[in-house]
DNA sequence: ACAAAAGTGTTAGAATTACACCCATGA
DNA sequence: TCATGGGTGTAATTCTAACACTTTTGT
């Protein structure tokens, strides 16, 4: 197929900033290239938008393609049309955000072979084209997102103790929060509800196993809440 | 010019929702279409992204364009992509938030002779494609981020008294506030300070008129503050 | 018995909310 | 002198933040 069009219009690309939680700290998804530009150097998941899907289509179409992932969580971050920001031609990008458990995701080779691997976000190394800045701007998201919505369950399996979870948000927000503020807020919430299992095997009082409740979360949608989580 | 690709790509364009405040009403600028799909019907002022600007750039160039407008604020909003949005062909669109004090510019009729109107927003007309949806969610937008950074200034004179931005304030977030606490929280923020001017001519005690400290307002903005304005 | 993390309440201080009257001005 | 909105303080309540010891489990 061949499209010809009176004016130039820029190419459009989506990227995804897939954040992953693992050994403690906070990870994200990166593709090395295998092509120039940039070959060798490791970038967003992420390509061309097709004629016949949405943007969100586009993008988890992508996880798929580029490391056999399904996503939990998928939100649009932000567009950039940066003039220089492919060396190529023209393209513009809207970013994305998602979240997902890397332990329920076994990375799958891309489909063109290139490797897929998790890093650490602090530990990243330096990125192709200018996917360091949507990488910046995606942490700014996700730390003022988690303040308010309870976004941070997807990353974490289906069930898990609550200092668990305080560590993630200690990730987040870069910052060592109250134990016992921390379980009086967030157990006052409704939305985690314990469960009758319990840590086993461990070389220490075993902890509770709490879950998220999706029903109590989908009630107060509805009715318009502000969370105020930490 | 014409261009020819290997594969379809999907149109871009920018959609601007300009806000305005006037008789203490929030208002919103829109163009009456001149052409077909929905000629005669009200649309947010937009158009093509050229390949040679970015973004930001093809936003205040269509402001200028199609209403004369020159605007002080202006922030990406989000990039809409539903392939049906356009009855013509798929285009992507990137909408924007504007906001701008509507006595400080006459709006000038359209280079393509189309019209230029503000609309009270909560009486605004059936909208062509899916504006409607952009405008609602520019209104969340607004709703949501009045409430920790002080954009509210952009939409009045440059000095105001202090019942006029408690009366913005209340149109944004669509409730009464109380008087003392509106004046105690505005005024300890330091943000915005006294004028030596008073109203004049009015059939009651002057008001005093106040003025947006930007100074004060960058020096918060380096040091990552948290406003939490009402 | 020891090491290691789980679990649990109270109190002081800060922030938020509710609330009513006198004042200045022009007509 | 009257009508109109401008301007101002306090007290009750709620929320936030700081803080330490006992319990459970496996080795």
Redesign the interface.
């Known amino acids: 197929?061949?499209?010809?069009?009176?004016?130039?219009?820029?190419?459009?690309t989506v990227d995804c900033v897939v954040f992953g939680f693992r050994d403690q700290q906070l990870v994200v998804l990166l593709i090395e290239r295998g092509e120039q530009p940039f070959a060798g150097k490791w970038a967003l998941p992420g390509g061309?938008?097709?004629?016949?899907?949405?943007?969100?289509g586009a993008a988890e179409r992508e996880l798929v393609e580029e490391a056999g992932l399904r996503i939990s969580y998928l939100e649009?971050l932000?567009?950039f049309?940066?003039?220089d920001r492919d060396p190529r031609e023209?393209v513009?990008t809207?970013a994305y955000v998602a979240l997902v458990n890397p332990a329920q995701h076994e990375l799958r080779a891309s489909t063109d072979a290139r490797r897929a691997a998790w890093f650490d976000v602090r530990e990243r190394p330096a990125l192709a084209f200018d996917h360091e800045a949507i990488v910046e701007q995606a942490l700014e998201r996700l730390r003022s997102k988690v303040r308010y919505r309870p976004i941070g369950f997807g990353l974490l399996d289906d069930t898990f103790t609550l200092t668990e979870l305080q560590k993630l948000y200690e990730v987040i927000v870069g910052r060592a929060l109250d134990k016992r503020n921390f379980r009086k807020k967030i157990l006052k919430l409704g939305l985690i509800v314990p469960t009758d299992q319990k840590e086993r095997g461990v070389p220490r009082r075993a902890a509770r196993f709490f879950t998220f409740d999706r029903g109590r979360y989908d009630a107060l949608t509805e009715s318009g809440f502000d969370l105020e989580l930490i």
């Open positions: 197929m061949a499209f010809t069009y009176a004016f130039a219009r820029p190419a459009l061309f938008v097709h004629d016949d899907e949405t943007l969100d649009q932000y567009t049309g940066a003039l023209r513009v809207v």
